[in-house]
């Protein structure tokens, strides 16, 4: 059973969706310079292409990545290397994780209106609370204004607005929603930038108690932006299951840590050890015919604030990394 996180694990601050909303509408301001596309919908709604029809790039991509954690973690780029191919990776450090990363970050609810389909991941989430996430993690909000993003191609159609304004219980106008498709460079960062989600979304289907994970700390390379969004899958999973090293400030008991620690790299899934794609493949393109397992950091570490101890479990996977990022 899981023990629903406490408020010291909340930020005392304004809601997530008004956080949020703040860098939405700074990144609309830089429109140009950011290379994004701004578009009003007449029947209410804001749109703001970072990736599909308009260019966006690198500073979009961790506006993007920012935005989706509701201001409550730093995202940049840092100098990296994959053997000796230099290799840049995305950093995220967060005092608020659970905050950040399962209420806001998690792309956790499936959006299928018609014929248009993405996950939709930001704070518009916790509006909504269709996930059982929301149970464990005890978040929900009731804010005026909501902001998401949705990992897509497509622009979003006036239907996928009103369902998501009604699911949120807030007017069409009162909807931001930035999308990217993952072969763009920003919407390929802002995926990068789930380390230190995918390491707590796993530690929570371990039943671990999340209250007692004080910060968090994560990097992983940026693979090259790939030549469909197929292929961007591929490459974007293999830079957390192969690449990603995640640093977790936590309290309490060493001997739990020990015992739960090597369930929660990628490496504990059996099928861990090839390229996503080839994975995917093997699975028919049945995304949830993998094993769920899988999906988490190559390397955690745990860094006790309460014992002075260190925990570390899993491993980069450079010769993978190097085959996916060169398909």
Not at 226 to 239: E, H, K, S, V
């Amino acid at each position: 059973m899981h023990e629903p996180v406490t408020t010291r694990n909340r930020p005392a601050s304004d809601s997530l969706n008004l956080q949020a909303l703040r860098l939405a509408d700074e990144l609309a301001n830089h429109a140009r310079a950011r290379r994004v596309g701004v578009r009003i919908l007449h029947a209410g709604g804001r749109l703001i292409d970072c990736g599909a029809q308009e260019r966006g790039g690198l500073i979009a991509g961790l506006e993007l990545a920012r935005i989706c954690m509701a201001g409550l973690g730093d995202v940049r780029l840092v100098p990296g290397a994959l053997g000796e191919t230099v290799c840049p990776h995305v950093q995220v450090v967060t005092d608020h994780p659970v905050a950040a990363c399962l209420a806001s970050q998690y792309a956790g609810w499936s959006i299928q209106v018609d014929r248009f389909f993405a996950m939709g991941s930001g704070p518009m989430r916790t509006a909504a609370g269709k996930e059982a996430i929301f149970e464990r993690i005890g978040y929900r909000e009731r804010p005026d204004a909501v902001v998401g993003v949705l990992e897509c191609r497509k622009e979003p159609t006036d239907e996928v607005v009103a369902y998501i304004a009604e699911a949120c219980q807030v007017p069409r106008d009162q909807v931001t929603l930035l999308y990217a498709p993952t072969a763009s460079l920003a919407g390929g960062l802002q995926v990068v930038a789930r380390s230190v989600e995918t390491a707590l979304h796993k530690l929570s289907e371990l039943g671990f108690d999340l209250n007692r994970v004080v910060s968090g700390l994560g990097t992983a390379p940026l693979p090259p932006v790939a030549a469909n969004d197929l292929a961007a899958i591929g490459r974007t999973n293999d830079a957390i299951l192969y690449g990603a090293q995640v640093v977790l400030y936590v309290t309490g008991d060493d001997d739990s840590l020990r015992q739960v620690g090597h369930r929660v790299p990628s490496s504990s899934s059996p099928d861990h050890g090839a390229p996503f794609a080839e994975i995917f493949e093997r699975y028919h393109r049945d995304f949830y015919a993998v094993d769920p397992q899988l999906f988490s950091p190559a390397q955690v570490v745990f860094q006790n604030l309460d014992s002075g101890q260190t925990h570390t479990f899993g491993r980069i996977e450079t010769d993978v990394l190097l085959r996916s990022f060169s398909r």
